[in-house]
């Protein structure tokens, strides 16, 4: 069964930390590129990273660079968000995607095969 996972959302103060975490099938973890979005009330789903299957070319949204980091895990078949410095503008639903081809470059969220059903990050001011 096709399935993606993710937990370690919940509410933090401005500056605080969180590590997401987006657990996958086997079939899924093995895809080309696995990526991070998130959407914020009222707003649409952004991109926040990306990781391809070699884990060498990481893209990140300009919004949590430097703050964010993206990894995979090919043992525990997870893959992760580690936030520092977190932000109030930060505060959003966040979802994990995978897509089974990947040739390079940014891709929009309609371009990914596989969701997860997001874990909810608070930040407070």
């Known amino acids: 069964q096709v399935q993606m996972v993710e937990s370690g959302g919940g509410l933090v103060q401005a500056g605080g930390s969180l590590r997401l975490s987006c657990v996958a099938s086997g079939r899924i973890f093995s895809s080309a590129v696995m990526a991070w979005f998130r959407q914020a009330p009222g707003k649409e789903r952004e991109f926040v990273a990306a990781?391809?299957?070699?884990?060498?070319?990481?893209r990140y949204a300009d919004s949590v660079k430097g703050r964010f980091t993206i990894s995979r895990d090919y043992a525990k078949i997870t893959m992760y968000l580690q936030m520092n410095s977190l932000e109030p503008g930060d505060t959003a639903i966040y979802y994990c995607a995978a897509r089974d081809t990947y040739y390079g470059g940014s891709l929009p969220e309609t371009d990914y095969d596989y969701w997860g059903q997001g874990t909810q990050v608070t930040v407070s001011s």
């Open positions: 990781i391809p299957r070699s884990g060498i070319v990481r």
